[in-house]
């Protein structure tokens, strides 16, 4: 399983999922001849004989009851919206295989944390609907974003295991391992340094890597076999 791959899937659809969900009208909705209701974070809309009226949870709860309902509703929107932009950013980290932050500030991290806060901001925003919700039904939206909270949360912690493993580690330390045959990532052209298992050595000789030049300055550059990367002394980097 390749969990750089998975995460960006995960995170790239909770992006999507989050954004839809929290600026459209599709958590219920209902209708009768040619009157509907169609209802969402940003508001109701209300059709009538072809005529639509749209407004805010806000101005709907003053009309009649709902506070809590047009409160976790504008939660929602904000949430879903640095959500999305988190999940987001996180899941072009991964595709440019970039690891962005550390500690508490780890994109991973956040992408868990904002999947968590919209997937619990979803259950009360629906729980807290007014008394007279009955009268409409369940429409897309509900679902969806319980899906975008779970799928943050998940691609978040694919994410952080992608961070942890030798491609992710790789990668934080500065570039990602070019593949030159099975099994040996390497430089270009080049060959595993001698001594390295597998390979066959001439009696009496003492295991030397080869002369091995940097793409970019030149320089001599040396295997590290705890990273499986060649390393440039002179730029401290990896290739």
């Not at 970039?98 to 944390?113: E, Q, R, T």
Request: hydrophobic share 45%.
């Amino acid at each position: 399983m390749d969990k750089r791959k998975l995460a960006l899937g995960l995170l790239a659809g909770a992006a999507l999922f989050m954004f839809i969900t929290a600026f459209t009208k599709t958590w219920w909705s209902a209708g009768e001849g040619r009157r509907s209701i169609s209802v969402g974070p940003t508001g109701i809309e209300m059709c009538r004989g072809g005529e639509c009226e749209s407004m805010s949870l806000s101005k709907a709860a003053r009309r009649g009851s709902g506070g809590t309902w047009a409160t976790m509703g504008t939660f929602v929107m904000v949430f879903g919206a640095i959500g999305g932009l988190v999940c987001g950013g996180a899941a072009a980290a991964v595709g440019m295989r970039k690891v962005v932050g550390s500690g508490p500030l780890a994109l991973s991290k956040n992408a868990i944390g904002m999947g968590s806060s919209y997937l619990l901001l979803s259950i009360i925003f629906f729980a807290s609907v007014p008394g007279d919700g009955g009268k409409i039904g369940l429409s897309f939206g509900f679902p969806l974003a319980l899906l975008a909270g779970a799928a943050g949360i998940a691609g978040g912690l694919m994410m952080k295991q992608w961070e942890e493993s030798p491609d992710g580690m790789a990668a934080k330390a500065g570039g990602a391992p070019v593949a030159t045959g099975p099994g040996f990532p390497g430089m270009p052209g080049q060959q595993p340094p001698m001594g390295m298992p597998g390979m066959q050595q001439p009696m009496g000789m003492a295991p030397q890597a080869p002369a091995t030049p940097c793409t970019r300055c030149g320089a001599p550059l040396r295997w590290v076999a705890e990273h499986n990367r060649w390393y440039c002394e002179k730029e401290q980097q990896y290739l």
